[in-house]
């Protein structure tokens, strides 16, 4: 049942939440009334589902959230634009402020997260008072679900902002207004929330919900709850500087064992699986098969008419074409940094999965042709329309949900744990497993298992699990956290711009990539054949090519990636919103220099 939340669930859910646009003053349902929903299996569901609705209102995740968090980072970065102080290179940049024009509205992904967790909120407080909610029945799934759903919205508050207020009870008169909780408080109790929802929810495919990536299982919960583990112990911007959390509870020992303990009950389970081939799961995604099991384990789902990612991110497509009839200049908001194509192995199949150097040019009676576009300017190709299933008739919304959280990642959270705790020989299998898949089984002697074993000590293995983590990521807005809380954002950002000038001049280790590309048409009239692009392709091809000019990366476009006015480590997290500060009767304020 893709992409469907029932009409049912969303007038559900109106009921749980006035129709004010502020979240603060929205209405609970009375105990009457919550005594019927919650004890009831059938409406309740439709409350559960109700919390999913704000992913998908129109500033929200849908076309907010999801299209402008994780850029721009040592992987990807914001395609559009040569300038650092718009506002829309700004939310990239690490200088956004407060009256940014993109979020500074009241309908934003900031009073949407906390609706959700309002709904969240009423669910919970319903199912636990009137539900009996117990593991294996479905009362007790719908808790868990509504558990998992809370903790997303808290994750992705956390991740955007820091310290943000903690709700874990409906809004009442006194507590309409709340300052800002520190953020230790909420990691503590969304690790307890999951683990309670992890005994409450099956693996996947385990009750007829589960048998969906739409629906929360037993993996996804264990995997979510070990994420929130490492970002709760590593480094992040607290208001005095980037540190460590001080609270014992949240040591790495602590959370490492925990994370590692989940991934390995995770892979133990034989629930979920790497897909066969990387190409194989993107085309998977694009496809819209969202049957649980494989590698995808929860995904962000959004209605047909809902969701922006391959409008935001896929291959770009000029116009309407053979593919889609989406609008014109379709997809490529971001893309990857034009150093990555060149860092990958040759051999490594996610490579031309991952980095896309042509666009979709101008449709003539409907039809276009690949064409290419700029060294400056590269596209996802995990993200194309000309995978999908279906012709995208909306001129607004694609309706392809946002994969969450795949397996690939729990194979690299128990690699990270495992090195930690006990040394690189116990995670060397996690990552020889991961990088099985990215080549050819005639190379796996030398590309996973000899690389893998040279890798004798815990740095080595770190770094390499960093390397392995760009690689199998780029694309997925994944890496902004990964690097804040290894205390690596600065670091990789000021490499990535000495890569970037490197290759801009053809000089260190990019000395020998082509400036010259050559392509042809394949017989199909409209696949690029180009020579060229991997390193030292230098002789021309043949007469039947066309050669083209790889090597517009200029200055500006490079300096773009981070702001020059400050430093990425004291930007780590948007501001609050000013529409919000004000809105708060001064219990809300800025830290970070704002």
Aim: charged residues 20%.
């Amino acid at each position: 049942m893709k992409n469907r939340i029932l009409v049912f669930a969303i007038i559900i859910s109106a009921i749980l939440s006035s129709c004010e646009e502020d979240y603060l003053d929205s209405k609970t349902l009375s105990t009457l009334d919550e005594s019927v929903i919650f004890s009831t299996p059938g409406l309740a569901q439709g409350a559960v589902d109700g919390i999913k609705v704000p992913f998908g209102e129109t500033n929200s995740y849908r076309g907010r959230f999801l299209p402008w968090y994780g850029m721009n980072t040592d992987i990807e970065w914001y395609n559009a634009s040569e300038s650092t102080s718009n506002d829309n290179a700004t939310l990239c940049n690490y200088n956004a402020l407060p009256n940014n024009t993109q979020m500074n509205t009241s309908n934003n992904a900031w009073d949407k997260m906390y609706q959700g967790i309002e709904r969240a909120n009423i669910c919970i407080r319903g199912l636990r008072t009137y539900g009996n909610p117990t593991a294996g029945s479905e009362l007790g799934y719908l808790l868990g679900e509504a558990l998992t759903l809370r903790a997303v919205y808290y994750a992705d508050l956390l991740k955007a902002w820091g310290d943000v207020p903690a709700r874990f009870e409906p809004i009442s008169s006194e507590t309409l207004y709340l300052p800002k909780s520190n953020r230790d408080i909420i990691y503590k109790q969304l690790i307890q929330d999951l683990g309670e929802a992890a005994d409450l929810v099956p693996w996947p495919n385990g009750n007829a919900a589960t048998g969906s990536v739409e629906r929360v299982n037993k993996a996804f919960v264990k995997g979510l709850r070990a994420r929130l583990a490492l970002a709760a112990s590593g480094f992040q911007q607290y208001p005095d500087g980037v540190r460590k959390s001080n609270d014992p509870e949240l040591s790495v020992q602590n959370m490492y064992t925990l994370a590692f303990n989940e991934c390995k009950a995770i892979i133990d389970s034989g629930t979920a699986h790497l897909e066969p081939t990387f190409e194989g799961l993107w085309k998977k995604y694009n496809q819209e098969n969202t049957q649980a099991g494989g590698e995808s384990l929860w995904e962000i789902p959004f209605s047909a008419g809902r969701g922006r990612m391959l409008f935001t991110f896929a291959v770009r497509h000029t116009n309407n074409d053979q593919y889609h009839s989406n609008g014109n200049n379709r997809g490529g908001q971001a893309g990857p940094l034009p150093f990555i194509f060149y860092d990958y192995d040759e051999a490594d199949a996610r490579r031309d999965v991952t980095c896309v150097p042509y666009l979709w040019g101008p449709a003539t009676n409907g039809f276009a042709k690949q064409q290419l576009g700029a060294l400056n300017k590269w596209y996802f190709g995990k993200y194309r329309y000309e995978w999908m299933n279906r012709i995208v008739t909306s001129t607004n919304d694609d309706g392809v949900n946002k994969i969450y959280m795949r397996y690939a990642e729990i194979l690299l959270m128990a690699a990270e744990t495992a090195n930690e705790l006990q040394g690189p020989s116990a995670a060397a299998p996690y990552l020889k497993e991961l990088r099985m898949r990215a080549f050819d089984p005639s190379l796996h002697p030398t590309k996973v298992d000899a690389y893998v074993n040279a890798l004798g000590s815990k740095q080595q293995m770190f770094d390499a699990i960093v390397e392995e983590h760009k690689y199998e990521f780029t694309g997925e807005m994944e890496r902004k956290q990964a690097l804040i809380r290894w205390n690596l954002l600065e670091t990789k950002l000021v490499e990535a711009k000495a890569k970037m000038f490197d290759l801009q001049q053809r000089a260190g280790d990019y000395f020998d990539v082509p400036s010259t590309l050559y392509y042809k048409y394949a017989t199909d009239n409209e696949t690029l054949i180009i020579y060229g692009l991997n390193r030292n392709e230098n002789t021309v091809p043949g007469p039947d090519y066309t050669a083209f000019q790889w090597d517009n990366l200029t200055d500006s476009k490079i300096n773009a990636l981070y702001s020059s006015e400050t430093s990425p480590n004291n930007r780590q997290f948007w501001p609050i919103w000013q529409v919000f500060l004000d809105s708060s009767n001064g219990t809300l304020v800025n830290d970070y220099g704002y």
